[in-house]
């Protein structure tokens, strides 16, 4: 039960190129904002400050945790396309929902800066060629070379994973 409360969704499993799987992750992408926006709507401050599952984040930490993931997807993407195989910078995602940004400022905030970000992501997204989703990134908390179409669905499934997290948890309180 925990591993469906953690995946709502599943795993991220790698998917090979296609063009039709290539409009579905742009789409999904595209629509996020939209689909977090959603599942916050007409919840209060109790709910926000619920969280997913047991010793899991708040829906508060969770928008937020997008907005900076995603902040940190777009620079990834441009380093892939702008540098030779860059190491990118991980980042302490459990350190960083429990800084003073998450506990003070509003969660419209991050669903404003979810809707910026994602624009100018969807239009770096959708000038990539099919040779340039071969090119690589080095993740070095994994130690693993990435290409940029491994991020790409990877950083879809986070939006629909975690957007499933508010959603799951709305359908068992009955909000």
């Given at each position: ?17 296609s ?11 595209e629509?996020?904002p ?16 619920t969280?997913y ?7 508060i ?10 902040m ?11 540098e ?6 991980p980042y ?7 800084l ?5 400022i509003?969660?419209n905030?991050?669903?404003?800066m ?26 070095p ?10 991020l ?14 508010i ?9």
């Amino acid at each position: 039960m925990d591993n469906d409360l953690s995946f709502p969704i599943g795993k991220y499993i790698e998917q090979p190129f296609s063009q039709q799987q290539l409009e579905e992750w742009l789409i999904d992408i595209e629509v996020l904002p939209k689909a977090i926006e959603y599942a916050i709507t007409n919840l209060d401050e109790a709910q926000l400050n619920t969280a997913y599952r047991p010793n899991g984040w708040t829906i508060i930490q969770v928008v937020h945790h997008v907005a900076d993931s995603h902040m940190n997807a777009f620079i990834r993407f441009k380093l892939g396309l702008t540098e030779d195989n860059p190491t990118i910078k991980p980042y302490d995602q459990n350190a960083w929902a429990l800084l003073n940004d998450v506990q003070t400022i509003p969660i419209n905030v991050s669903i404003t800066m979810l809707y910026a970000i994602h624009v100018r992501m969807v239009a770096v997204l959708k000038s990539i060629t099919t040779e340039q989703w071969q090119r690589t990134v080095v993740h070095p908390e994994y130690n693993k070379q990435m290409t940029l179409w491994y991020l790409l669905g990877n950083y879809a499934w986070h939006g629909k994973h975690h957007t499933a997290h508010i959603n799951k948890l709305r359908d068992r309180m009955g909000w």
